[in-house]
């Protein structure tokens, strides 16, 4: 049997970091997918073929208690953490062994702030849960999934993998999410082409929070009521342009609150500032910053935001809210 699975990008609107503390946050799946495929083989090993991400080519083999690998690359066990931890966790749920072959292609940016690492999981216990004949709700994959970031970075709210597996607009605050209208976002995301690993941002907050929580704590308490105004203007009957002048406004004090718990960059601040030049009514990092993307929104300055990013240095892509959260694409017998 064969199953092939793929789960969606995310951005984060409001409330990366915070969330970590408990506070609320808002994000939307985007279009952007990392496509799995599982398969059973016959030597009894977990065979893991990542054919895109940076470190090209990578194959890696792992029985019980050994790990093959197949290039020279020295991180690769580390890289391929969240894969192989998605798969175990998938095999303790089934209460199975087996030799499982996943390969891995993505459209997703990896460290750019946009959920890879969710996607990856999110994909993985979809495709290999489906071959072990488990019927698990997305609700019930996106809790695996937020195991899997937690054994990987040691900290994770679990936004990233609940957005991934359900799909649409949510809000969300330790565990439990509420569905938020879709509405068409005029965004721009901007990737400075740098990464930044989550694992070490939420790190790094957690030790500035641990020696100055004075500082600190009414930091994220700010970004939490920040969530909460954002939540009722998107549900408020105010005029779309009204909507966006103040979701903007907020996004901007957003990133002013990321920056000041340190984990903005010089090039996402110029990316940010230049998407505000340009016109746009709001810009901020999304995700956990240390490099990888912001976003910005931009009714009718799209492609003028989009132009400005570029001159600044980094890549715009337009995209879109993805409704679809976790898809079984194929399931062959
Ligand atoms: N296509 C992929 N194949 C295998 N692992 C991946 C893939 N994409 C992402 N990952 C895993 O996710 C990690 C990046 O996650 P993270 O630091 O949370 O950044 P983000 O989720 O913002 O992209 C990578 O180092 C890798 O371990
Ligand atoms: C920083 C954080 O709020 C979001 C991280 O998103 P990403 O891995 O950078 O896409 C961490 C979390 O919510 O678990
Ligand atoms: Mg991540």
Not at 112 to 119: C, K
Not at 246 to 254: K, Q
Not at 286 to 315: N, W
Request: aromatic share 6%; hydrophobic share 40%; with cysteine.
């Amino acid at each position: 049997m064969r199953v092939l699975a793929s789960a969606p990008a995310k951005i984060i609107l409001f409330g990366e970091h915070s969330v970590v503390y408990g506070k609320p946050a808002i994000a939307a799946a985007i279009d952007l997918r990392t496509y799995v495929k599982a398969e059973f083989n016959k030597n009894g090993r977990i065979r893991i073929e990542a054919k895109d991400i940076r470190t090209p080519g990578l194959t890696v083999s792992f029985s019980e208690d050994q790990i093959y690998f197949e290039t020279d690359y020295g991180k690769a066990a580390e890289v391929l953490s969240y894969v192989r931890e998605a798969i175990n966790l998938v095999m303790k749920e089934a209460d199975k062994q087996r030799g499982v072959t996943v390969s891995i292609t993505s459209q997703i940016p990896v460290g750019a702030g946009l959920g890879s690492s969710a996607a990856v999981a999110v994909a993985t216990i979809g495709a290999v849960s489906k071959l072990f004949g488990l019927e698990l709700t997305p609700e019930e994959v996106a809790k695996l999934g937020h195991k899997v970031e937690l054994l990987v970075q040691g900290a994770s709210s679990g936004i990233d993998p609940t957005v991934s597996a359900i799909g649409g607009f949510l809000y969300y605050q330790k565990g439990s999410f509420e569905r938020l209208p879709v509405i068409e976002l005029p965004i721009v995301v901007g990737y400075t082409g740098s990464s930044g690993s989550t694992k070490e941002l939420v790190a790094k907050v957690r030790k500035n929070y641990e020696e100055m929580p004075e500082i600190i704590e009414p930091i994220l308490t700010s970004m939490g009521k920040l969530v909460e105004k954002a939540r009722e203007v998107i549900l408020a009957e105010y005029d779309r342009e009204i909507k966006f002048k103040l979701l903007g406004t907020l996004m901007n004090i957003n990133h002013g609150l990321l920056d000041a718990l340190g984990v903005s960059t010089k090039s996402l601040s110029d990316l940010v500032y230049a998407s505000r030049e340009a016109g746009a009514l709001g810009a901020k990092i999304t995700g956990a910053g240390g490099g990888g993307c912001m976003y910005a929104l931009a009714p009718r300055k799209q492609s003028e935001v989009a132009t400005a990013i570029k001159i600044a240095g980094g890549m715009p892509m337009i995209t879109k809210i993805s409704r679809e959260g976790l898809r079984i694409e194929e399931a062959e017998k």
